[in-house]
């Protein structure tokens, strides 16, 4: 089968022997798949938890169809449109386990499909489980013109936010926050962003951040969260390491979390996926939580889809089709 694999020259589509299902696992004829950050890095050789280096078949995001059943899968049969995440996304078939997958809405394409799995899982548990958002309750979202902080936004709003704050670095992608709940958008690289949210507070801060920058944001995200707020911490797209002021910390009582999938078992991430079933499937369906496609590449085109990636002007997510 083709497959975009990390080879010694880098990501090339290269032949690979097509998964044969075990356990717990479906298997899948992806139709669709989306770019996340995440792909880049690995894209250039850099691991991403117990993943990446030479031989990684690339991807984390799908859609397709179920083509194959380990012993143990149940909840699906064969030909079932389903969505969902995990490694080797980006192949003519890729393997799932059986609770790390959505079945596909009738009112949705493979590739509108393609974009929600990562984001609706990340942010429903940044947000809700991990966040406690509660109704009435102020949120920020930095990076919010990710197709991840984009689904923050909406979530947030579904679940009752009187105040949602969305922060991007470009004017353009800021001016279109508003379209995904943002009743303020914030330009994080200005230094005055934390003044703007206090104000927009009464001067008390939000009760919630939900954090994709870090590094040079993570001071001003403690003076812009109120006392006993929350900050969870969900990438570190502005850089792993920075200083950090643990006195005022302490002196806002912050309840600060940091997440990620790549140290969660299988169980945890099944109950993740479960969560977002139980709380939001019916707003899934409705089209009310949805991600728009900036632009959708053939298979054959993945490495400009990349480009397009890197180059930063995207707005929402970016589809590959096979």
Not at 35 to 44: F, H, I, K, S, V
Not at 237 to 256: E, K, P, V
Request: charged share 20%; with cysteine; net charge neutral.
């Amino acid at each position: 089968m083709k497959a975009y694999v990390y080879g010694p020259n880098g990501a090339a589509i290269s032949d690979v022997a097509q998964p044969t299902p075990q356990g717990t696992q479906v298997l899948v004829r992806v139709r669709a798949c989306a770019l996340n950050r995440a792909d880049t890095g690995m894209r250039r050789g850099h691991a991403h938890g117990a993943a990446g280096g030479l031989g990684t078949v690339l991807g984390m995001e799908w859609a397709g169809e179920v083509a194959g059943l380990g012993p143990d899968a149940k909840g699906v049969k064969i030909g079932d449109r389903i969505m969902g995440s995990g490694a080797a996304a980006f192949a003519e078939y890729t393997l799932a386990d059986h609770g790390r997958l959505f079945r596909a809405p009738s009112n949705m394409n493979f590739e509108e499909a393609a974009t929600l799995p990562v984001a609706l899982a990340t942010m429903h548990n940044a947000v809700v489980t991990v966040g406690a958002l509660q109704p009435g309750q102020s949120v920020l979202i930095q990076g919010a013109s990710s197709g991840v902080g984009l689904m923050g936004m909406q979530i947030a709003k579904l679940k009752g936010a009187k105040l949602v704050i969305g922060s991007s670095t470009d004017a353009h992608r800021r001016g279109r926050l508003k379209d995904y709940g943002a009743d303020l958008a914030i330009d994080s690289s200005d230094p005055g962003w934390v003044d703007q949210v206090l104000k927009a507070t009464g001067g008390d801060g939000v009760d919630l951040i939900v954090d994709q920058v870090s590094g040079p944001v993570a001071n001003q995200n403690l003076a812009a969260t109120r006392v006993k707020g929350r900050i969870v911490n969900v990438g570190r797209l502005g850089g792993t390491h920075a200083d950090f002021n643990f006195d005022l910390h302490a002196a806002r009582r912050i309840n600060y979390v940091g997440v990620t999938f790549r140290t969660r078992t299988i169980a945890e991430i099944r109950e993740i996926f479960e969560e977002v079933r139980k709380d939001v499937w019916g707003a899934v369906e409705s089209r009310k939580l949805q991600l728009p496609i900036d632009r959708v590449y053939s298979f054959d085109q993945i490495d400009a889809a990349f480009e397009h990636m890197e180059a930063n002007k995207h707005l929402g997510k970016i589809v590959v089709t096979l």
